[in-house]
């Protein structure tokens, strides 16, 4: 799952620009909303030393 992350972001992204849109009733623009995305987990435990399988 760790490893998808990245290219799993693009959906997470549009589900919240719609959220945004939807729960403010077009009111507020997504794109003035600063929404950071952090891959938590991505390399963190070994970072670049992963053995081979």
């Known amino acids: 799952m760790i490893q998808r992350?990245?290219?799993l972001l693009p959906f997470a992204e549009e589900y919240f620009e719609a959220?945004?849109?939807d729960v403010f009733e077009g009111q507020?623009?997504?794109?003035?909303?600063?929404?950071s995305y952090r891959l938590?987990?991505?390399g963190?435990?070994?970072?670049g030393?992963?053995?081979t399988p």
């Open 19 to 21: 959220k945004i849109l």
């Open 49 to 51: 030393t992963e053995p």
């Open 28 to 35: 507020v623009d997504p794109a003035t909303i600063d929404i």
């Open 5 to 7: 992350l990245p290219e």
């Open 40 to 42: 938590y987990g991505a």
């Open 44 to 47: 963190a435990v070994l970072a």
